[in-house]
């Protein structure tokens, strides 16, 4: 199980992070959120593990801003959070591959329970996973879980990151759901002290349970 800590922006608490050993680090480039990291200390990820993939979040961003911020941030992964088409990600993708062959395209999709999973047959064939979240205006950080039970509607064999509201209370659930496709699981707001700051302990427990799935 990966395991991927969104939301990322305080120098000393990216540098206790990275002693966790996520294989995932999110920063998030959208300008409305609380986390937004644009602008922050750069320095501090050149030490990091190579392991861990530094994922830039953006939500309707032109393609040109997130070659940039890719550079400037030597971003491994995208992940996409707004309305962005597969004919959007599909430009992006042959984009990103004009500065690295090895960047992952992550699309978010917001989840309810009227959601229809047959919509995302589009995306397959240009993104590498999918990232299931609570359906909200707010484009995720809601603290809140969508029902996991829809997810038995999900027919394809695309990989996903599990997201939404999930909390140390919900990891040995996770179990529960035995499926091969489920490849992370993305933990960000419930594990806060405050906007864009984790609680390290709180995260480090979390590690210990998901390591064990």
Not at 79 to 93: A, M, N, T
Not at 139 to 155: E, M, P, V
Not at 184 to 207: G, H, T
């Amino acid at each position: 199980m990966k395991i991927k800590v969104c939301g990322m922006r305080d120098q000393a608490n990216i540098k206790a992070l990275a002693e966790l050993s996520p294989d995932y680090m999110g920063l998030i480039f959208y300008p409305e959120s609380k986390r937004f990291a644009d602008g922050m200390d750069r320095s501090v990820l050149e030490g990091l593990l190579p392991d861990i993939k530094i994922t830039g979040v953006f939500v309707n961003e032109s393609p040109n801003l997130i070659i940039s911020r890719v550079k400037e941030y030597h971003l491994q992964a995208i992940q996409l959070h707004g309305q962005e088409s597969p004919e959007y990600c599909e430009r992006l993708k042959h984009a990103l591959h004009t500065v690295s062959t090895g960047i992952e395209l992550i699309k978010a999709i917001g989840i309810d329970d009227d959601f229809k999973f047959n919509t995302l047959s589009e995306y397959e064939k240009v993104i590498d996973f999918f990232l299931f979240d609570t359906k909200s205006p707010d484009h995720g950080g809601t603290g809140r879980k969508f029902n996991w039970d829809t997810l038995t509607n999900y027919i394809s064999a695309k990989p996903y990151f599990l997201s939404g509201g999930i909390g140390l209370d919900d990891l040995h659930e996770i179990k529960k759901l035995s499926d091969e496709r489920l490849y992370a699981v993305d933990l960000n707001s419930r594990f806060e002290i405050r906007p864009a700051f984790k609680d390290m302990e709180q995260l480090s427990r979390a590690f210990e349970i998901l390591k064990t799935l």
